[in-house]
């Protein structure tokens, strides 16, 4: 059984930076292909970024430019790092992962993994 584990939230001011990171355990992570999402108060959940088995990347709008999202096979480790934040990107923040090494499901929505989610707050 696949667990996910999101860990590096907090609370930063505008314009700061915060590095969120993803630990997988059991299942062949490399294979995957792993994403973040993030939801709101009183929002739906959103994609952010998604990272194929092949580490090729796609972007949410809002995040194009600020955040990357990259990824370390050899510690089953997913991270998205966030510049520039801003009021607007305070959301808990979760992890996922698709068997099926492809990036499509995930910017659908749609994932088999899912961690437990961490909290990002940007105070104005």
């Known amino acids: 059984q696949v667990q996910l584990v999101e860990s590096g939230g907090g609370l930063v001011q505008t314009g700061g930076s915060l590095r969120l990171s993803c630990a997988a355990s059991g299942g062949t992570f490399s294979s995957y292909s792993m994403g973040w999402f993030r939801q709101a108060p009183g929002k739906e959940r959103e994609f952010v970024a998604a990272?194929?088995?092949?580490?090729?990347?796609n972007y949410e709008d809002s995040a194009k430019g600020r955040f990357t999202i990259s990824r370390d096979n050899a510690k089953n480790t997913v991270f998205l790092q966030m510049n520039s934040l801003k009021p607007e990107d305070t959301a808990v923040y979760y992890c996922a992962g698709d068997r099926f090494g492809l990036m499509g499901r995930l910017r659908v929505g749609m994932a088999d993994y899912w961690g437990q989610g961490t909290q990002v707050t940007v105070s104005s």
């Open positions: 990272i194929s088995r092949n580490s090729n990347t």
